[in-house]
């Protein structure tokens, strides 16, 4: 039991937070935001850093990390409000690497690590909500490979990554394929979403795809616990800079006369946001450091965490708006767009209720960290 | 003790309901249904029909073209056009500086100014907010000094609702820095088409700009546009503030939200999910809860007996109420609400041709979701912040 | 739409008020309490009020009231938490008066109006939690009469009260029977209740039994919410006196040198305190004006009222005790009295959840009051 | 980073473990397990058990006969005990007076007052709040005053926990009233033999008397009871505090406690209902949430790396997460938890014979729900009440 960061991951938090610091400004979020919500440029960066290949081996070119790491890096990137989607390429390597055929992966991981490759989940279905075997895309399989029909929505920068991880059934049963934006029968509608980031519907109609696995479930399931352990340190970050954002204004806005941190029931709505944070926090460590354990021990401990950055994204975010009073909803101060994204990320892979549902679906006799 | 109206209220109701039903216009109600996108002009065009009607200014007395309604009579009206789906009045003219003007404005003021309003011809906005005020109002920092018949304005104004559109603006200017703050302060008319104004638009964190900055830079005013005398402008403006009541609570657009928000629950497949529909079960609760309270303090205000203090409560739980209606229509749509697609917000949006139509998932109630959430962020902000509400409210019990 | 109160009313609530405040003073309350939790001689008080007879036509000696008198009449008995059970006696006056076949109105209703009887409602079982219609408890036909054999728990004053209304199955269907406790067959083990009132285990074997009705669920159900009008009244007069004392307290208490009711944190504590009073005062008019609707309409406002004063009881009731510190979680200091009272009275008649899933399920696509 | 405890680790908790269940009276642990009441002699034979095997002061230096195991260890330790059913050790003598006798005690009290404390023969209590201080530890009334060799005590303590079976009681005095508050108060150990000692039983809610009032009328007490310097009392009472850390959340026993309430949801039929269920979801990620918060200043104590200041944080949720379970034990029984049955709170109770067994419903655990739930109410209010955990955790955040 032991939860002190190596030097390794300590020199890895700093080499990203320098560049959240010195790469990726406000200013310079705000003109990626106004241009579409994505940079490949800034995600080109991120790959420099060695970021796209955290999840990938290195006998493909990764760095063969974990989730810890994975960690460490989405907290700093939650800390900017970084759009580019590292998130998704943490689920591509992770989920390559373990499911895909060798040929898929000697074709991809490489591209991938190295940022050549942007490679997205499209699995949302407009009947599905957060069901992950609700699946009405098709698989056929075409000679040696296979095409598919499908619509998927709210895919992350659909419109520009280069490939899609798409589940689709095969006799019923779920499979996980993997389509070139580039292929035939492949249609984009890009959009900006809430958080000023960047979506896509994608439409496929018989088009060409590669088999990553017959056990779709699994490795979509998979793929989500990714998801969501990532989200979860990405929360954190995102809720300790809002945080300090809202400790500073308290510090500086005076009202009546006094700093409005002097006033004992703002003071006790602060204690509460740090209490969520922390908790969140831990949940945090608790799903990365569960991320790897086996399946039906991995869901129950990811559904929680993401229950309880649900509650407290939700708060925090809330809160810091009507800390602020009203320079908290304008578009021009930076806490209305950290509350936006805390808002946005508490309905990617599963939302409060929904998540609710799972834990008490999934619970036990016994309690605890251990169970 | 009776909860039903009675016959004559209930008459009245249903006139309201048929003259309401007559005359707005469709396209009206259907983006308001909707929480489309309304122009100036969808506003302004229902002003004026009320305004002919003679019902713009609902609350007024006769004695100025008002309808002399009761407090019954006026909540009866608001109801009706609430749940047919009509716009908010914008209140700065006919219900916030009407009521003043007919108190403190002389004979004069109160021919030159009221039937503007009443009709609906003239848009006002509100000029109390400054930078860094906050709930501080008394502090109010924007100059006029006299010149002989006129006010030199020099100063800013802020959270500006609509004053985009805005032709005259009545504020709270400081004539004088002696004694307490709230001693110095004047109630000023000023066309906003002088010299020297200056309107920037607050975009909000829903991408749209619903508030704005307001500068005066060397503005000339007449005097006569001095509402009663100088430096007892807070006066007035607390008078104004006390008869904020009921509305304040915003029970009857609760009540059509939260229609639309099973409708929204039916149509995203989870008004039969236990889990969620506990929620919008829980909300409904609130708004009949917020719904009797609002009865209450009707019923005393027609009897005049037992009157009831709880505007704050009103303030706090309406406000609250309204964020949460919005938060749970997002949260129906769960991931089709993420996408930001200004143009789906406008009436008549057939979405995405070159999808078919589909987009995203065909749904186009999706679209205002988000963006209705994160607007109204501010109704816990505005009007007294809920803190300041809480405080006033402790007060009331504890002194 | 009207919410004043008569003249008369007023009268009443005045004659109540001075009852309880120069009548059951808190010492002769503690003395009840600790000779077991029900005082016959107070309960004849409340009877020579009148109050016994409130909802019993004069026609049959009584005063022919309506649910306004009644929350009157209870919100003053909740402010000087009263343990003699007249929401039982309104209970049985409205249960037999409207359902009761002429000679059991005739036998009952004038005694129970005088106060000679006391007639309570016998319908807890071991299995049914909060749902009214399951129901293990027989009827038999014996000639002319019937005989009831049948287990019922925590019947108010069970072991003092002189009969019971009690339902049972006939052929499978709910009936509502009255049975006397002095009957053959009848035993019955008395105790004291967490709120210091009595209740009793009621064991019925074969035990002679008069025939209310055999529509016993419909009568069961108004029984019910006659019950809960009540309670709610009762519960908006308990946060009401609770409310005062805290306040009291918060103003007379000094810490760190000064009166703890000038903390801000406590002050908005306060407020939201009144906010659940006042919404909960709203709630008990509703459920008062509602009380005589039609049936779904009626069963739909009662659940509503009983689940915003659960909550409001709730949060009321450990918010007073939290304010008062220490001295709040002492027998002697009166206001952890008026909270075990608020406590008691949330499970009575159906709990907050057990009423979030009534409202759930009688939920229409209108909202509002008059939906 | 790991979640899983080392080899070492898992042996250690292993051997406790067995140690624990070969140990620990069935009888007692019955009562744990079910809420039932206590003796004074259930306390203290589990306290000598633990006494004869050295772990009495389980967070002892090795120098003072303690075992001297790290901050994981205790952890493991405690949590043992806690699942196993033991009763929680009463804290007055092993885990609080003890460290400050070693810190500030001279070698002649070190020998005196530890072993006695160590074997669980000796019953301390503790001397801080009086009747008004709340959470204003510092305004200390009672007074000290040095005659001789002697200190004469006057004054009065209460929520004296368990006191009435104390031998022994560690107290607050004031010795100045000079200069600050704090800067007035000296340590002194008490016999509660001594004359002019009364002890009061204070009964709470519940109706069970688990604190108490003393009061001190002129007992003399032997200079050379007081521990270190006079007037430095408030020091060393703020190092006892320093050492509360995370057995303060109490997470041991929420754990044991959620198991239960689990089984006390299925004998009442409301595990598989939804609504009940989710309720019980909740709490389970709030005490998962907790331990992880726990494991997490555990491991800092352990390295010393990256320190955490969370205690307040972990006293407002430790508390938080007790008062819920016992209320959800409650509000399962539902009526059921009504009837107030003192005898039912006494093991080995069949119910009431006259009625055949069968009361309420013949499900004995229903009896001691309500009454822990009012019990638990005190969670929130002692050891620094949470409102005061929310001002040093602001404190931490905005200085």
Not at chain 2, 100 to 106: H, K, L, R, S
Request: glycine share 10%.
């Amino acid at each position: 039991m032991d939860f002190d960061f190596t030097d390794d991951q300590e020199h890895l938090r700093d080499a990203v937070r320098k560049w959240v610091d010195k790469g990726y400004s406000f200013e310079r979020r705000r003109d990626i935001v106004k241009a579409g919500g994505f940079l490949r440029e800034a995600y080109t960066e991120l790959a420099q850093l060695g970021l796209a290949g955290l999840y990938i081996p290195e006998a493909h070119d990764g760095l063969g990390m974990g989730p810890v790491e994975g960690m460490v890096v989405m907290e700093e990137l939650g800390r900017g409000i970084v759009l580019e989607p590292l998130v998704q390429t943490l689920i591509a390597g992770g989920v390559l690497s373990g499911y895909a055929p060798e040929a898929v992966k000697a074709a991809w991981l490489p591209r991938i690590a190295s940022g050549e490759a942007l490679v997205v989940l499209a699995h949302q279905e407009r009947a599905a909500r957060y069901q992950l075997d609700a699946c009405a895309a098709q698989a056929t399989q075409a000679g040696a490979g296979w095409t598919l029909s499908a619509t998927k929505s709210i895919v992350p920068v659909g419109d520009q990554a280069d490939a899609f991880i798409v589940p689709a059934t095969v006799a019923g049963k779920l499979a996980l394929f993997l389509v070139e934006r580039s292929a035939a029968g492949v249609s984009t509608r890009g959009y900006g979403t809430q958080d000023g980031g960047r979506a896509a519907e994608v439409t496929l109609k018989e088009a060409p795809a590669s088999l990553i696995t017959l056990d779709g479930l699994s490795a979509l399931e998979h793929a989500v616990d990714i998801g969501i352990a990532a989200t979860c340190a990405e929360g954190v970050g995102v809720m300790d800079k809002t945080m300090a954002i809202t400790a500073e204004y308290l510090n500086t806005r005076k009202q009546f006369g006094v700093f409005i941190g002097s006033f004992q029931a703002l003071r006790h709505r602060i204690a509460d946001m740090k209490m969520q944070l922390e908790l969140a926090r831990s949940m945090s460590y608790y799903a990365a450091l569960k991320l790897n354990a086996p399946t039906e021990e991995r869901r129950r401990a990811l559904a929680r965490a993401k229950y309880q950055l649900g509650v407290s994204m939700r708060f925090v975010g809330q809160q810091a708006v009507q800390l602020h009073g009203g320079i908290g909803v304008t578009d021009e101060y930076i806490v209305s767009h950290y509350f936006k994204r805390l808002t946005q990320m508490e309905m990617t892979f599963g939302d409060t209720l929904h998540h609710l549902g799972e834990v008490s679906q999934r619970m036990q006799d016994k309690a605890g960290v251990f169970a | 003790m009776d909860l039903a109206f009675t016959p004559e209220e209930q008459k009245f109701r249903e006139d309201v309901r048929n003259w309401v039903h007559a005359n707005l216009p469709p396209d009206i109600s259907q983006k308001v249904h909707n929480a489309l996108r309304l122009s100036r002009d969808d506003m302004q065009r229902w002003a004026k029909i009320l305004g002919k009607k003679g019902w713009l200014g609902w609350g007024w007395p006769t004695q100025f073209g008002g309808p002399g309604w009761n407090a019954v009579q006026k909540h009866l009206f608001e109801e009706e056009c609430a749940l047919a789906g009509a716009p908010r009045v914008v209140p700065f003219g006919p219900v916030m500086v009407a009521p003043v003007i007919m108190a403190f404005g002389n004979a004069e003021q109160q021919k030159r100014f009221l039937p503007g309003i009443a009709s609906g011809e003239v848009w006002w906005s509100q000029g109390y907010s400054e930078p860094g005020s906050g709930s501080d109002l008394a502090s109010v920092k924007t100059r006029a000094e006299r010149q002989g018949d006129k006010y030199i304005v020099n100063g800013q104004k802020t959270w500006t609702t609509l004053g985009q559109y805005g032709e005259w603006i009545f504020c709270l200017v400081r004539t004088s820095t002696e004694g307490k703050p709230q001693t110095g302060i004047s109630f000023l008319l000023i066309d906003m088409k002088s010299p020297g104004v200056t309107v920037r638009p607050i975009v909000l964190l829903d991408g749209e700009a619903e508030v704005n900055e307001v500068w005066f830079d060397n503005v000339e005013v007449p005097a006569e546009n001095l509402i009663g005398e100088e430096n007892k402008g807070w006066t007035y403006a607390k008078h104004l503030l006390s008869h904020e009541r009921t509305n304040i609570a915003d029970v009857n657009r609760a009540k059509r939200e939260l229609e639309r928000l099973k409708r929204i629950a039916k149509a995203e497949g989870v008004y039969d999910d236990t889990r969620f529909r506990d929620e919008i079960a829980k909300l409904e609760v609130d708004v009949v809860a917020l719904e009797m309270m609002v009865l209450r303090v009707l019923s005393a205000e027609k009897s005049g007996k037992n009157s009831l203090d709880v505007a704050g409560l009103l303030k706090i739980r309406g406000s609250e109420i309204q964020q949460r209606y919005s938060e749970l229509m997002m949260l129906a749509a769960g991931p089709y609400s993420l996408p930001l697609i200004h143009e789906a917000m406008e009436a008549g949006w057939q979405g995405d041709q070159a999808l078919g139509g589909l987009w995203p998932g065909g749904a186009a109630h999706c679209a205002p979701l988000a963006s209705t959430y994160f607007n109204l962020r501010k109704t816990t902000i505005y009007g007294g912040s809920n803190e300041v509400q809480r405080n006033i409210v402790a007060q009331t019990v504890l002194g």
